[in-house]
């Protein structure tokens, strides 16, 4: 997370959990601190409210290893139910839509892995 974005959350925190102090040390913190942070992060929403646009439209490289992954179902191979697709996952494409289609494909084999065996053939 940018430390500008982080600094503004925890203050935000700060606001209704008054014992949080946004420039402490994590050392610093207690457990029952960090537990209110662990569970305000775990609740936290973001809606965007727009975009640049193709135009604009970029990816980043980096994230979790394909390795880890079982590339039928991008489930992690190191925690069974935990899946990732498109960006989160360390693929890294030209620009020009490669990455569009590997976001849409890896999303689409993980919605079938997911999808219940009555309804696995029906198409997209």
Known sequence: MPQRLAQTWLTQQALSHPALKPDAA??????????????????????????????????????????????????????????????????????GGYNFQWAWASAMACARALTPASTAGASA
């Open 26 to 95: 994590l050392a610093e913190l207690k457990d029952k601190d960090l537990d209110a942070l662990g569970q305000a992060a775990n609740a936290w929403s973001i809606t965007p409210d727009g975009t640049e646009g193709y135009a604009k439209a970029e990816v980043t490289a980096g994230g979790v290893d394909t390795r880890d992954l079982s590339s039928q179902t991008m489930e992690s191979k190191l925690v069974p139910g935990l899946h990732f697709i498109g960006e989160v996952v360390d693929v890294t494409g030209w620009l």
